[in-house]
């Protein structure tokens, strides 16, 4: 019978514990026989040793946040992967629905290269036509005059009664002309249409609509503003200056005015005005009153009457 060196263990066999167990492994960082010789990465480790150490990368704060750094320098949305931008149509937006399912909200480096990836594409479909951003709308804001107030002292049943008949009134107009409601706020709501010629009509619609709805003697007087442009369209959302200027074309409606930015009055056709029944004349602001924020000192608002 052959002898094995002293401390050693028999061929073919595992060197064992006081316990009877193998004893964990330790794994060196450099070569352990001195020879020089360059392993590559992984060598000699077991399955379960690898993925222990891919999951501490992967879950490293550190790296992930180099990560995130990086994707800072790719084209398209460095946020691409939060809330935000990853609800509504689109197929990187799908995608990347599916992935967030999969990979949770945890941060994440798996998360990072993932998002970074679908990042770039959702870029690059936009660059094609295929994405959004490029396509014109008309973006519209409702509010009704002086609200709050009467809500204050109407109480909640009566304001609640009078929102629904509000919504009654001016949101079927807007499906019937194609357009989109975007978000309700309150006693106001932001919509989207592809054309300057479906809001105006949508508008007079809900407006004539709005004349005959009554809670407790109180008749609201809602303004409208409509502004033309090409917004991006995040998550079923829409953001950009041209959201803003629609918003600031509303507020100049004063009490239950409609109001059209000059880039919606030039996308309309020619004879829409007098088919409707309406003409436009130049807003003008009051001496007293505040200037709009957040637009172009040039913009031109057009208050939009019946003959």
């Not at 704060?61 to 750094?69: C, N, Y």
């Not at 930015?261 to 029944?277: D, K, M, V, Y």
């Not at 130049?282 to 057009?302: H, K, N, Q, T």
């Amino acid at each position: 019978m052959s002898e094995t060196p002293s401390g050693g263990a028999a061929p073919g066999s595992e060197p064992e514990d006081e316990n009877g167990r193998p004893p964990e492994v330790v794994i060196p960082l450099v070569p352990a026989d001195g020879d020089g010789a360059i392993r590559r990465p992984g060598a000699g480790l077991r399955k379960g040793q690898l993925s222990a150490l891919m999951n501490v990368a992967n879950n490293r704060s550190d790296f992930i946040g180099v990560l995130r750094k990086a994707r800072e320098q790719l084209p398209g949305d460095p946020a691409f992967g939060d809330p935000l931008s990853v609800t509504g149509p689109g197929g990187a937006r799908a995608v990347a629905r599916a992935a967030d399912k999969l990979v949770g909200d945890t941060p994440s480096a798996a998360r990072e290269i993932g998002f970074g990836a679908l990042q770039v594409w959702q870029a690059m479909l936009e660059r094609v036509g295929r994405g959004k951003g490029n396509a014109e709308v008309t973006v519209m804001f409702t509010d009704l005059v002086a609200f709050s107030s009467w809500s204050l002292s109407a109480g909640d049943e009566a304001t609640l009664e009078l929102l629904r008949r509000v919504a009654k009134a001016i949101e079927p107009p807007i499906a019937e002309r194609g357009g989109q409601v975007v978000k309700r706020m309150g006693d106001g709501v932001m919509a989207v249409f592809p054309s300057a010629e479906r809001a105006v009509r949508a508008a007079i619609n809900a407006k004539r609509n709005l004349a005959d709805v009554k809670v407790r003697d109180y008749r609201p007087q809602m303004r409208i503003g409509l502004h033309t442009g090409s917004p991006r369209e995040i998550g079923g959302d829409w953001l950009g200056v041209d959201v803003t200027i629609a918003a600031r074309v509303m507020e100049a409606g004063g009490n239950g005015n409609t109001m059209l930015s000059e880039a919606t009055l030039r996308s309309l056709q020619p004879e829409t005005l007098a088919e409707l029944g309406h003409t436009v004349k130049p807003y003008r602001r009051s001496f007293f009153a505040a200037p709009l924020s957040g637009v172009p000192e040039d913009l031109r608002i057009f208050k939009l009457s019946e003959n």
